[in-house]
Nanobody, 123 residues
Framework: QVQLVESGGGLVQAGGSLRLSCAASGRTFSDYGMGWFRQAPGKERLFLAHISRTGSSTHYADSVKGRFTISRENAKNTVYLEMDSLKPEDTGVYYC????????????????WGQGTQVSVSS
């Protein structure tokens, strides 16, 4: 098992930046592919980005491509989501997730989830 704790959320103006972190504990971090998702009130959880176990491969949703960057430091058991040029529609709870198997864009591909961190973008 792995435990995930997100941090770094907050309130930011449109056009601003935030860096989210997700600290993992438990099983060896490099065993997991990692993902970031966002959920707005009353809406489904949406895929944002994922990264392979070694960090050599990444994939982004079209809506965040060029604005968000996912990265990981296996020595620190941490995955990051750097978010630039934020828009009001980026508002929501941001979740990191861990997959023992192949990462994907569906929440069902992931085995473990953090508790989420709120990001609010004002216009």
């Amino acid at each position: 098992q792995v435990q995930l704790v997100e941090s770094g959320g907050g309130l930011v103006q449109a056009g601003g930046s935030l860096r989210l972190s997700c600290a993992a504990s438990g099983r060896t971090f490099s065993d997991y592919g990692m993902g970031w998702f966002r959920q707005a009130p009353g809406k489904e959880r949406l895929f944002l980005a994922h990264i392979s176990r070694t960090g050599s491969s990444t994939h982004y949703a079209d809506s965040v491509k060029g604005r968000f960057t996912i990265s990981r430091e296996n020595a620190k058991n941490t995955v990051y989501l750097e978010m630039d040029s934020l828009k009001p529609e980026d508002t929501g709870v941001y979740y990191c997730s861990a997959a023992l198997g192949r990462v994907g864009v569906r929440p069902s591909a992931y085995d473990f989830w953090g508790q989420g961190t709120q990001v609010s973008v004002s216009s």
